[in-house]
């Protein structure tokens, strides 16, 4: 079974913090993807690594910043968190070998900024 | 603009009962249509997915359906159990220019009542 793990599931901080949220997959996946859910407005894609170091921006990349050293981890960063970013984000993986390009999902992150 | 709409966007019926889903979508070009559910507070996890030459695509109590033409799915629940409370999400997914998309709608969220 595919496991994508998220290094929290709830997370406090305050406005102006430095914010690292982990995401590792086990299934040797190239592509990783960071999202945020909101009630109301669905998935919204933050940023997406196809691969080791590489990274694209997805529809809602201002505010964030993402890291990929390691093909398993793709860390999501909040510069200087807002309350604005109050969501909850969700990590998937998924492999261009698949046809089916299946996304499998974390159990998410709930992150509340004050 | 590539879209996913979902309808309703909430639904509440009696344990035992039969009820379906709707997703409408206007993306293009299309590789295939997934359901997931998400349990609240939980990643979404898959249910189906259909290509563009399925019509019918089952999971237990669930059978989704595929129409291309008309650019219409629908997800169909059989005898409901109260562990269907959930949210469901319609995801429609592309490939343009060597990049693929995934389009999802913001889904319906299913409360059964003992």
């Known amino acids: 079974d595919v496991k994508v793990t998220q290094s929290s599931r709830y997370l406090v901080k305050r406005t102006g913090e430095k914010v690292f949220l982990e995401c590792v997959q086990d299934m040797d996946h190239e592509n990783m993807f960071w999202y945020r859910q909101d009630p109301g407005l669905g998935l919204r894609l933050i940023y997406f690594s196809y691969d080791v170091k590489m990274k694209e921006k997805g529809d809602i990349p201002e505010g964030y910043s993402v890291s990929r050293e390691k093909k398993e981890r793709f860390s999501l960063i909040l510069e200087s968190a807002s309350t604005n970013q109050t969501s909850m984000y969700l990590c998937?993986?998924?492999?261009?070998?698949?046809?089916?390009?299946?996304?499998?999902f974390g159990p998410g992150t709930r992150l509340t900024v004050t | 603009k590539n879209q996913v709409e979902q309808s309703p966007q909430s639904l509440i019926i009696l344990e035992g009962k039969n009820c379906t889903l709707q997703c409408n979508y206007t993306v293009s070009p299309f590789s295939n249509l997934r359901w997931y559910k998400q349990d609240t507070g939980r990643g979404p996890v898959s249910l189906t997915i259909m290509t563009f030459s399925e019509n019918t695509k089952s999971n237990g109590r669930y059978t989704a359906t595929l129409d291309a033409d008309t650019k219409q799915s629908s997800l169909h629940i059989t005898a409901s159990q109260l562990s269907d409370s959930a949210s469901y999400i319609c995801v429609v997914s592309g490939v343009a220019s060597g990049t693929y998309k995934y389009i999802f709608g913001t889904g319906t969220r299913l409360k059964v009542l003992a």
């Open positions: 998937a993986s998924g492999s261009t070998g698949q046809a089916s390009y299946e996304q499998y």
